[in-house]
């Protein structure tokens, strides 16, 4: 069973569908998509537990990355590539987020005063 999980968690990793996943393993192991599928939802227990607490040294990598791909993008002149990938990185820093956006926006504040009573 290891080993069909394990085999679960490598296709994970390499971006295919919850279902394109789960025909490869029932095919390559002869079990059916009910069990593979089983094998995914323990491979992803998996994943989650790899990741927990370095979500920001993932983050940190990704970042590098698009990094390089802004710069690479640039030489060749792929500027709408080099676009998307700013405004990726500029998203992962925390721009357009909901609580960003809140502190930014201007408040308004009305107040009535009852006058009847002075």
Do not use: C, W
């Not at 940190?60 to 030489?75: P, S, Y």
């Not at 700013?86 to 009535?112: F, H, K, Y």
């Amino acid at each position: 069973m290891e080993e069909r999980v394990t085999a679960a968690y490598n296709l994970m990793l390499t971006g295919g569908s919850r279902r394109t996943n789960a025909a490869a393993l029932a095919s390559r192991f002869g079990v059916s998509i009910r069990q593979a599928d089983n094998y995914i939802s323990a491979a992803q227990e998996l994943l989650s537990t790899d990741f927990q607490g370095q979500k920001e040294q993932v983050l940190n990598q990704v970042n590098a990355l698009r990094l390089t791909a802004i710069r690479q993008g640039m030489k060749r002149g792929n500027y709408q590539v080099v676009a998307h990938l700013l405004d990726s990185l500029a998203r992962s820093m925390g721009e357009g987020s909901q609580e960003l956006a809140s502190q930014q926006q201007p408040t308004l504040a009305i107040v009535v005063e009852d006058k009847r009573q002075a």
